[in-house]
Nanobody, 125 residues
Framework: QVQLVESGGGLVQTGDSLRLSCAAS????????MGWFRQAPGKEREFVIY????????YYADSVKGRFTISRDNGKNTVYLQMNSLKPEDTAVYYC??????????????????WGQGTQVTVSS
């Protein structure tokens, strides 16, 4: 089992930056693909970003391309989401995911084995 704990969320203004962290425990994440999803009030949880186990491949939702980046430090068992140029529409609870079952379906929530509890990001206009 892998336990994931997100941190770094908060209230920011349009154009600000935030860095979210996802700390894993229970197992090393070095062999796992990792991802971030988000869920805004009244909406479905949606894919944000993906990184392969070795960091060689990343995928981004169109809505965050050029603004968000994902990185991982396998030595610290942690994944990061750097969010720049934040917009009010980025307001959501952000969830970390690990251990993809079907790498071809990385945008699908059901494709991931492990989830964190989420961290709230609120961007004011």
């Amino acid at each position: 089992q892998v336990q994931l704990v997100e941190s770094g969320g908060g209230l920011v203004q349009t154009g600000d930056s935030l860095r979210l962290s996802c700390a894993a425990s229970g197992r090393t994440i070095g062999s796992y693909a990792m991802g971030w999803f988000r869920q805004a009030p009244g909406k479905e949880r949606e894919f944000v970003i993906y990184i392969a186990w070795n960091g060689a491949t990343t995928y981004y939702a169109d809505s965050v391309k050029g603004r968000f980046t994902i990185s991982r430090d396998n030595g610290k068992n942690t994944v990061y989401l750097q969010m720049n140029s934040l917009k009010p529409e980025d307001t959501a609870v952000y969830y970390c995911a690990a251990g993809i079952k079907n790498s071809a379906a990385y945008v699908t929530r059901a494709s991931w084995n492990y989830w964190g509890q989420g961290t709230q990001v609120t961007v004011s206009s």
